[in-house]
């Protein structure tokens, strides 16, 4: 099923690896519905924040987390427990293989958390709402395939927004200045390169997402954080396959001026080596 604003909605049933890729590297934007190891993720996810805050993600309307140092602490620490959290990687990997691919070709990225709160209250956290961006800026690999996915239901005002029309038009973006090094050195300095251009409001596409499901993209894809008149909880990671680059008509760098390829931020599944 395609509605008018380019998601294409798919199920494990109608979905193989090939028709997925040819999808994601055409610009189309996929959400995988029912997936029974996304909630999987979900609950593990749950029990690490009800043990910490002592409060449950599932009703964001409710979180209000307070900005102080403490909290800052304890989102220190969920941010480690899910990135290497064992059982969690292993539900996402078999949530891949359940669209079909395979173990020996695909390096992921950690699994991150990120914390988005109401219009008005004060970020808390590593991973912080973020402006348009493309995560190729950062990344310098156009075969990148993004996932992001809520703990908790969001509308279209409260997930994360698109603007599919810049898939293949240049976008002025601050990469030349950027590096990861800053970034995890330097409070405040954003995880990602972005835009400051104020795009046309006809152009941004935005979705409902219930907890379950999850929205699938090219990391060439304009993206960004949508902050809404609550909390809201993600989780999100990206993978690289092998070949890809040459199967697939993958995107195009048009505006990403870093140089460096981030090859060791994506280990293989298998081996867990580092995408060459
Ligand atoms: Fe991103």
């Not at 990206?238 to 140089?259: F, H, Q, S, W």
């Amino acid at each position: 099923m395609k509605n008018k604003t380019n998601l294409i909605q798919l199920s494990f049933e109608n979905t193989t690896a090939h028709l997925f890729k040819k999808h994601i590297f055409d610009g189309k934007i996929l959400l995988i519905k029912d997936s029974k190891e996304i909630l999987n993720i979900i609950k593990l996810t749950e029990q690490y924040f009800n043990y910490l805050f002592n409060t449950r993600i599932t009703n964001s309307d409710k979180l209000k987390i307070n900005y102080n140092k403490e909290n800052s602490i304890f989102f220190q620490i969920i941010q480690n427990r899910i990135k290497f959290c064992k059982l969690i990687r292993k539900c996402f990997t078999n949530f891949l293989l359940q669209i079909e691919l395979d173990f020996q070709s695909t390096f992921m990225d950690y699994i991150t958390f990120r914390y988005s709160p109401a219009s008005g209250m004060k970020n808390i956290g590593t991973l912080i709402p973020t402006p348009a961006h493309r995560d190729t800026w950062a990344s310098n690999i156009f075969n990148q395939i993004n996932f992001w996915f809520p703990t908790h239901n969001v509308s279209n005002r409260n997930s994360i927004f698109f603007v599919p029309k810049y898939f293949q038009k240049s976008v002025s973006n601050n990469s030349d200045e950027w590096s990861f090094y800053r970034y995890k050195k330097t409070k405040e300095f954003l995880s990602t390169p972005v835009s400051n251009i104020k795009f046309p409001q006809n152009q941004i596409v935005s979705f409902n997402v219930k907890k379950g499901e999850v929205l699938c993209f090219s990391g060439h894809h304009i993206h960004g954080s949508l902050v809404g008149d609550s909390d809201r909880l993600n989780l999100e990671t990206r993978i690289v396959c092998d070949n890809d680059e040459k199967t697939y008509k993958i995107p195009v760098n048009l505006d990403a001026m870093g140089t460096v390829r981030k090859n060791k931020w994506f280990r293989n599944l298998k081996t867990g080596k580092s995408y060459i």
